[in-house]
C-alpha cells in the first residue's frame, strides 16, 4: 500500500528532504502590493526579504484556497493508495482548514486524511518527516495518524526575533502590543504552545538570545531530531548548529532558510529552533534509539499572546 506524504510550505523543509522523502508542498501565498506570488514557487527567500528592507513594500500572506490541495490530492491519489496531509495550526492559519475543504472536493477523500500539526517552520517540518519515514517504512495511514498524534506535544519550537517591528506592521499583536511596544530595540523570543506563539522572554543582544536557544534544547527531554531555521544569517545557523552537535550526538540537525509565508512576519535576522522528543511509542523507540534526556524547564510567563495575521 503506498501513503503519499503532503504538507504546505510554511513547514520551511530543505529541499533535499522534500525529494529524499517524496513530499509534496502546497504554497501559501504572499502579496506584495497588488502583486501575488506562490511562496517558494513564484517567489524566493532573497526576494521577499529585498523587498522587505530595500523596496519597503507592505506584506500579506493568505492561505491557498481549497482547490490548490483538491489538485494535488487528485494527482496523488491515482499513483498512490492514500494520503496523509500535515498542516501548519490552525490557530494562527487558515491552511488547515483549507486543506480539509480540498479533502471535501475528492472523490475518495476518504483516503486523505488531513492532520492539524499546531505548529509551524520546522515544528511541522520535522512532523512530516516523521510522516514521511513511517510511509517508506510500511506503516498503514492509521498508524501513521496515531503516530503524529502522540508526537505533535512533543514537539517543540523556540523563535529569536532580531526585531518586532514586522510582526507590528501586521497589526495583529493585539494586547501585547502595549506590553511589547518599548521594547523594539531588545531581541524577543517566542514560544509555539498548544498552537499559539506566546512571549518566552526577552534577551538584550544576539548572542545571549541564541545562548537561551541552546537551554531549551539543553533542558528537553529525549530528543529525536533537532532543526534550526534562519531568514537571512546562514552563518549565525550553522554556528547554532555546531555548538549544539557539540552536545547531541543522536539524530540528525537539520538546517533550512525560513520561507516568504513566516519571513513577512519574522523579517530578517529571525532564528527558530525546533526539535521533536521520543514519545512512547514502540515503533519509534525501535527505529529511533535514544537522545537527551533532561526535562524541557521554561519559565511561566503570564503575558499576553502574540498573534500575527494569519495566513
Given at each position: 500500500?503506498?501513503?503519499?506524504?503532503?504538507?504546505?510550505?510554511?513547514?520551511?523543509?530543505?529541499?533535499?528532504?522534500?525529494?529524499?522523502?517524496?513530499?509534496?508542498?502546497?504554497?501559501?501565498?504572499?502579496?506584495?502590493?497588488?502583486?501575488?506570488?506562490?511562496?517558494g514557487?513564484?517567489?524566493?527567500?532573497?526576494?521577499?526579504?529585498?523587498?522587505?528592507v530595500?523596496?519597503?513594500?507592505?506584506?500579506?500572506?493568505?492561505?491557498?484556497?481549497?482547490?490548490?490541495?483538491?489538485?494535488?490530492?487528485?494527482?496523488?491519489?491515482?499513483?498512490?493508495?492514500?494520503?496523509?496531509?500535515?498542516?501548519?495550526?490552525?490557530?494562527?492559519?487558515?491552511?488547515?482548514?483549507?486543506?480539509?475543504?480540498?479533502?471535501?472536493?475528492?472523490?475518495?477523500?476518504?483516503?486523505i486524511?488531513?492532520?492539524?500539526?499546531?505548529?509551524?517552520?520546522?515544528?511541522?517540518?520535522?512532523?512530516?518527516?516523521?510522516?514521511?519515514?513511517?510511509?517508506?517504512?510500511?506503516?498503514?495511514?492509521?498508524?501513521?495518524?496515531?503516530?503524529?498524534?502522540?508526537?505533535?506535544?512533543?514537539?517543540?519550537?523556540?523563535?529569536?526575533?532580531?526585531?518586532?517591528?514586522?510582526?507590528?506592521?501586521?497589526?495583529?499583536?493585539?494586547?501585547?502590543?502595549?506590553?511589547?511596544?518599548?521594547?523594539?530595540?531588545?531581541?524577543?523570543?517566542?514560544?509555539?504552545?498548544?498552537?499559539?506563539?506566546?512571549?518566552?522572554?526577552?534577551?538584550?543582544?544576539?548572542?545571549?538570545?541564541?545562548?537561551?536557544?541552546?537551554?531549551?534544547?539543553?533542558?528537553?527531554?529525549?530528543?529525536?531530531?533537532?532543526?534550526?531555521?534562519?531568514?537571512t544569517?546562514?552563518d549565525?545557523?550553522?554556528?547554532?548548529?555546531?555548538?549544539?552537535?557539540a552536545?547531541?550526538?543522536r539524530?540528525?540537525?537539520?538546517?533550512?532558510?525560513?520561507?516568504?509565508?513566516?519571513?513577512?512576519h519574522?523579517?530578517?535576522?529571525?532564528?527558530?529552533?525546533?526539535?521533536?522528543?521520543?514519545?512512547?511509542?514502540?515503533?519509534?523507540?525501535?527505529?529511533?534509539?535514544?537522545?537527551?534526556?533532561?526535562?524541557?524547564?521554561?519559565?511561566?510567563?503570564?503575558?499576553?499572546?502574540?498573534h500575527?495575521?494569519?495566513?
Amino acid at each position: 500500500m503506498t501513503i503519499k506524504i503532503v504538507t504546505d510550505s510554511t513547514a520551511d523543509l530543505p529541499p533535499d528532504l522534500i525529494q529524499e522523502l517524496d513530499i509534496t508542498i502546497v504554497p501559501a501565498y504572499v502579496g506584495f502590493g497588488n502583486k501575488t506570488y506562490r511562496d517558494g514557487v513564484d517567489i524566493s527567500q532573497d526576494e521577499v526579504y529585498q523587498k522587505m528592507v530595500n523596496e519597503n513594500i507592505p506584506a500579506t500572506t493568505s492561505q491557498p484556497p481549497p482547490a490548490d490541495f483538491a489538485d494535488v490530492y487528485k494527482k496523488l491519489l491515482k499513483e498512490a493508495d492514500e494520503i496523509a496531509s500535515i498542516q501548519a495550526t490552525s490557530k494562527l492559519s487558515g491552511l488547515y482548514n483549507s486543506a480539509l475543504q480540498g479533502k471535501e472536493m475528492v472523490s475518495g477523500g476518504g483516503r486523505i486524511a488531513v492532520v492539524d500539526s499546531l505548529s509551524v517552520s520546522m515544528g511541522l517540518g520535522l512532523l512530516t518527516i516523521l510522516a514521511a519515514r513511517l510511509a517508506k517504512a510500511g506503516e498503514s495511514l492509521p498508524n501513521i495518524i496515531e503516530e503524529l498524534r502522540q508526537s505533535i506535544p512533543h514537539t517543540h519550537l523556540w523563535g529569536l526575533f532580531d526585531t518586532l517591528k514586522y510582526a507590528f506592521k501586521g497589526g495583529r499583536l493585539g494586547k501585547a502590543k502595549a506590553l511589547l511596544g518599548g521594547m523594539l530595540p531588545v531581541k524577543a523570543l517566542l514560544v509555539m504552545r498548544d498552537g499559539e506563539l506566546h512571549p518566552a522572554g526577552i534577551a538584550r543582544t544576539r548572542a545571549k538570545g541564541i545562548e537561551r536557544l541552546i537551554n531549551n534544547l539543553k533542558n528537553s527531554v529525549n530528543v529525536q531530531e533537532v532543526a534550526v531555521v534562519h531568514s537571512t544569517t546562514p552563518d549565525d545557523a550553522q554556528t547554532l548548529r555546531e555548538r549544539i552537535s557539540a552536545f547531541f550526538g543522536r539524530g540528525p540537525i537539520h538546517v533550512s532558510r525560513l520561507g516568504p509565508a513566516l519571513g513577512v512576519h519574522g523579517g530578517p535576522g529571525t532564528l527558530v529552533l525546533a526539535l521533536r522528543e521520543k514519545v512512547n511509542s514502540l515503533k519509534q523507540e525501535v527505529k529511533e534509539g535514544k537522545g537527551l534526556k533532561r526535562r524541557i524547564s521554561l519559565p511561566s510567563l503570564h503575558r499576553p499572546e502574540l498573534h500575527f495575521s494569519r495566513l
